[in-house]
């Protein structure tokens, strides 16, 4: 089993920036891909970022160009860096890593960090 836990999230004011930071442990076999989706409230969830391991990244369009995604194989970790934050980007936001075993793939989620963007 692997565990996934999130920090970072937290309150802002528009135009600001926080951090989020994701680390998987337990029985990890070999990692693939990491990255975040969010949820806002009375939304589905949609995909932030993600990120291969060879660190290729794929963002969504409404985040591109104030968010980046970034990842350390060692630590078995991903990063979201978010720039210019706007209040549309209030969600909880919520890691996923996938956790690839021969040629079968597992995707595990984290419990979710609040992201507010708010005067």
Request: hydrophobic fraction near 35%; proline fraction near 3%; glycine fraction near 10%.
């Given at each position: 089993?692997?565990?996934?836990?999130?920090?970072?999230?937290?309150?802002?004011?528009?135009?600001?920036?926080?951090?989020?930071?994701?680390?998987?442990s337990g029985s990890i076999a070999?990692?693939?891909?990491?990255?975040?989706?969010?949820?806002?409230?009375?939304?589905?969830?949609?995909?932030?970022?993600?990120?291969?391991?060879?660190?290729?990244?794929?963002?969504?369009?409404?985040?591109?160009?104030?968010?980046?995604?970034?990842?350390?194989?060692?630590?078995?970790?991903?990063?979201?860096?978010?720039?210019?934050?706007?209040?549309?980007?209030?969600?909880?936001?919520?890691?996923?890593?996938?956790?690839?075993?021969?040629?079968?793939?597992?995707?595990?989620?984290?419990?979710?960090?609040?992201?507010?963007?708010?005067?």
């Amino acid at each position: 089993q692997v565990q996934v836990g999130e920090s970072g999230g937290g309150l802002v004011q528009p135009g600001g920036s926080l951090r989020l930071s994701c680390a998987a442990s337990g029985s990890i076999a070999s990692i693939d891909a990491m990255g975040w989706y969010r949820q806002a409230p009375g939304k589905q969830r949609e995909l932030v970022a993600v990120i291969t391991r060879a660190g290729s990244p794929t963002y969504a369009d409404s985040v591109k160009g104030r968010f980046t995604i970034s990842r350390d194989n060692a630590k078995s970790t991903v990063y979201l860096q978010m720039n210019s934050l706007k209040p549309e980007d209030t969600a909880v936001y919520y890691c996923l890593v996938d956790d690839q075993i021969k040629i079968a793939t597992r995707r595990y989620w984290g419990q979710g960090t609040q992201v507010t963007v708010s005067l």
